[in-house]
T-cell receptor
Framework: EAGVTQFPSHSVIEKGQTVTLRCDPISGHDNLYWYRRVMGKEIKFLLHFVKESKQDESGMPNNRFLAERTGGTYSTLKVQPAELEDSGVYFC??????????FGEGSRLTVL | AQKVTQAQTEISVVEKEDVTLDCVYE???????LFWYKQPPSGELVFLIR??????QNEISGRYSWNFQKSTSSFNFTITASQVVDSAVYFCALREYGNNRLAFGKGNQVVVIP
C-alpha cells in the first residue's frame, strides 16, 4: 500500500514567487494534516482537513497560505507570494478516523 | 496549552554505546498521548511509539526502550547498543485528548560514529 506522498521534494523559488505543494494521503484516510518545520525549530501544526472540510486552520501563519482539498482526496498548499521566512520543510500526514498519523517525506521549500 | 521540550539538540555517540533522549512535556489535560518519531536522512517521519497518559508501563522494542514518568512529565527514549543506522533526528510529540494536532519538540539530532 502506498504511503503519504508529497510533491515536489524540494522547491527553490525567489521571494515574491508562488509555490504549490501537493500531498496525496493514504487511500481511505479522511484526515489530512499539514505541518511545517522551519530550520532548527519545532514542527508546527498548520491545518487539518476532514475529507474536504477544514476542521482546524488555526496554525496557518497568514493569508499568503492557502490550502485546499477538493473532493476529499489530495491536498494542495499554495504560498503566494513567498517570503524568506517561509523556507522550511512542509510535512503532510494522514490518518483514518482514529489512529496514528502517517507522515510523508516532506517538501523542502527554499525561498531566496 | 501543550508543549514539548527536548533540551539536547545534537548528541554524538560511538557505535555500541547507549544513548538516552530526554522529553519533557506540559499539558493541563489528564488524558493525552505521547509519541516518538524518527526522521532519517531520507526525510520522512517514521512513527516509533504511542503511549497513553493512563498507561505508565515502560516499553521495550528491540534496542529501543521508553521510560514514561508522569510524576516528572517525562517520556524519555533510550537506544541501546547504538548502530550507525540509528543516526537520525528524533522527535517527541504530545497530543491532548480531543485535539487532533500534535505538538512537537525541536528534535534531537543523533549521530552514531562508527
Amino acid at each position: 500500500e502506498a504511503g503519504v506522498t508529497q510533491f515536489p521534494s524540494h522547491s527553490v523559488i525567489e521571494k515574491g514567487q508562488t509555490v504549490t505543494l501537493r500531498c496525496d494521503p493514504i487511500s481511505g484516510h479522511d484526515n489530512l494534516y499539514w505541518y511545517r518545520r522551519v530550520m532548527g525549530k519545532e514542527i508546527k501544526f498548520l491545518l487539518h482537513f476532514v475529507k474536504e472540510s477544514k476542521q482546524d486552520e488555526s496554525g496557518m501563519p497568514n493569508n499568503r497560505f492557502l490550502a485546499e482539498r477538493t473532493g476529499g482526496t489530495y491536498s494542495t498548499l499554495k504560498v503566494q507570494p513567498a517570503e524568506l521566512e517561509d523556507s522550511g520543510v512542509y510535512f503532510c500526514a494522514s490518518s483514518p478516523s482514529t489512529g496514528e498519523l502517517f507522515f510523508g517525506e516532506g517538501s523542502r521549500l527554499t525561498v531566496l | 496549552a501543550q508543549k514539548v521540550t527536548q533540551a539536547q539538540t545534537e548528541i554524538s555517540v560511538v557505535e555500541k554505546e547507549d544513548v538516552t533522549l530526554d522529553c519533557v512535556y506540559e499539558t493541563r489535560d489528564t488524558t493525552y498521548y505521547l509519541f516518538w518519531y524518527k526522521q532519517p536522512p531520507s526525510g520522512e517521519l517514521v512513527f516509533l511509539i504511542r503511549r497513553n497518559s493512563f498507561d505508565e508501563q515502560n516499553e521495550i522494542s528491540g534496542r529501543y526502550s521508553w521510560n514514561f514518568q508522569k510524576s516528572t512529565s517525562s517520556f524519555n527514549f533510550t537506544i541501546t547498543a547504538s548502530q550507525v543506522v540509528d543516526s537520525a533526528v528524533y522527535f517527541c510529540a504530545l497530543r491532548e485528548y480531543g485535539n487532533n494536532r500534535l505538538a512537537f519538540g525541536k528534535g534531537n539530532q543523533v549521530v552514531v560514529i562508527p
